[in-house]
C-alpha cells in the first residue's frame, strides 16, 4: 500500500448498556446461521457477547454505509470462524474483539486488520501463560520486572501479538511464535515479525477504556489517523476519544 494518509475507525460498547428488550429487538438483523449460533450457545453470557458483537458490526457497516441497512449485510464465517462479508459485499476491512463486559470493533480498508482486547485488573498467573505463549526474549525480560509489574507488561504483549495473529488470519497458537514484542527496560516497545510477514506491519496500543488492554495491528506503510465511536443503543453511536498510548513498526 502506498504511503498517505488512512482512516482506521473503533467501535466499542458496553455490554451492560444493553437491556434483554433491545437486544431481542436486535436480533431481526442477524442472519439465519447467526440466529442459529445464538440459540445454541450454553450461556446467557456467550449469547450476549455474541449477539452484542454482531449488532456492532452490522450497525458500524450502516454507519459507513448509509444505503444498507444493518440486517442486509451478508455476514459469512471465515478461516478459523472469524467473520469476513460475503463475496460481491462492498469491501470493508475489519476485526472483532471481546473481553469482560466489553466489546470492541476495528474497521478500514486494509485486508490485513486485527484487534485485541483485554481486561487487565483481573488476577492471573501471567507467568505461566507466558512461559507456555511467549518467546524466550519475552519471557526473560518479563521476568526481570518486579512481580507486580508482570501482569501490565504481559497484557501489553499479548494484546500486540493476538492483533497481529488475527490480522494474519492464522491460527492463534503458531502465529504468536512468530512475533516478539520487547522493550521492557526503556518502556518502547520494538517488534520482531519472522517467517517473511515483516514488511508494513503497524502496531498501536489504544487507551479504549479504564481498566482495558487494546491494541491493533495493520499492515500499511500509511499514516494511521484513528477515529472512535461508542454504540450507545441499537445503530446509535456517540463519538468518543481513544488515545493511541503507542505506535511502533515491525522490523524482521
Given at each position: 500500500m502506498s504511503n498517505g494518509l488512512l482512516q482506521l475507525q473503533l467501535w466499542h460498547l458496553r455490554i451492560g448498556d444493553f437491556s434483554d428488550a433491545e437486544l431481542r429487538l436486535g436480533l431481526s438483523w442477524l442472519s439465519g446461521e447467526e440466529l442459529d449460533y445464538f440459540r445454541n450457545c450454553a450461556s446467557r453470557t456467550r449469547k450476549r457477547q455474541f449477539a452484542l458483537g454482531r449488532l456492532l458490526l452490522r450497525a458500524a457497516l450502516s454507519h459507513l454505509d448509509a444505503e444498507r441497512a444493518p440486517g442486509q449485510w451478508r455476514i459469512v464465517e471465515g478461516p478459523h470462524g472469524r467473520p469476513e462479508l460475503a463475496s460481491g459485499e462492498p469491501f470493508i476491512g475489519f476485526n472483532l474483539a471481546h473481553s469482560g463486559d466489553r466489546i470492541a470493533l476495528v474497521t478500514g480498508p486494509l485486508q490485513r486488520l486485527g484487534i485485541d482486547l483485554e481486561y487487565g485488573l483481573k488476577r492471573r498467573k501471567v507467568e505461566r501463560l507466558a512461559r507456555r505463549w511467549f518467546n524466550a526474549p519475552e519471557l526473560t525480560e518479563?521476568?526481570?520486572?518486579?512481580?507486580?509489574?508482570?501482569?501490565?507488561?504481559?497484557?501489553?504483549?499479548?494484546?500486540?501479538?493476538?492483533?497481529?495473529?488475527?490480522?494474519?488470519?492464522?491460527?492463534?497458537?503458531?502465529?504468536?511464535?512468530?512475533?516478539?514484542?520487547?522493550?521492557?527496560?526503556?518502556?518502547?516497545?520494538?517488534?520482531?515479525?519472522?517467517?517473511?510477514?515483516?514488511?508494513?506491519?503497524?502496531?498501536?496500543?489504544?487507551?479504549?477504556?479504564?481498566?482495558?488492554?487494546?491494541?491493533?495491528?495493520?499492515?500499511?506503510?500509511?499514516?494511521?489517523?484513528?477515529?472512535?465511536?461508542?454504540?450507545?443503543?441499537?445503530?446509535?453511536?456517540?463519538?468518543?476519544?481513544?488515545?493511541?498510548?503507542?505506535?511502533?513498526?515491525?522490523?524482521?
Open positions: 518479563m521476568m526481570q520486572l518486579a512481580p507486580e509489574a508482570r501482569q501490565q507488561w504481559f497484557y501489553r504483549l499479548w494484546t500486540m501479538k493476538e492483533a497481529w495473529s488475527k490480522a494474519l488470519g492464522e491460527p492463534l497458537a503458531p502465529s504468536l511464535r512468530r512475533v516478539t514484542v520487547t522493550g521492557a527496560e526503556d518502556g518502547e516497545c520494538s517488534v520482531t515479525v519472522t517467517g517473511g510477514e515483516a514488511d508494513r506491519w503497524q502496531f498501536f496500543r489504544i487507551q479504549a477504556a479504564p481498566g482495558f488492554h487494546c491494541a491493533l495491528a495493520c499492515q500499511s506503510e500509511a499514516e494511521i489517523r484513528l477515529t472512535s465511536r461508542r454504540m450507545s443503543g441499537l445503530a446509535r453511536f456517540e463519538s468518543t476519544k481513544s488515545q493511541i498510548l503507542e505506535r511502533a513498526e515491525s522490523t524482521s
